[in-house]
């Protein structure tokens, strides 16, 4: 049977002890990825509508008026 006491103290010394460690890192504003990203903005150029894109559309806000498409308001 485990300890709810025992791992609950175990587990205030874990917290603390990677507080301790992460007080050594030095502040940055960079930003590191995992993943290499790169061209991850597009080409400016003209934008291009397909055919279909009305048509798709219509079949995801169902909702229309005059056409524009009806939304729920925002708080």
Do not use: C
Request: charged share 40%; hydrophobic share 35%; no cysteine.
């Amino acid at each position: 049977m485990l300890d709810k006491k025992k791992i609950e103290k175990e587990g205030i010394k874990l917290i603390e002890s990677f507080s301790e460690i992460l007080e050594n890192i030095p502040q940055s504003d960079e930003t590191h990825y995992v993943v290499d990203l790169k061209n991850v903005k597009r080409e400016d150029g003209e934008a291009v509508m397909k055919k279909d894109f009305h048509k798709k559309m219509k079949k995801l806000a169902p909702n229309w008026s005059e056409g524009y498409v009806v939304a729920e308001k925002a708080p």
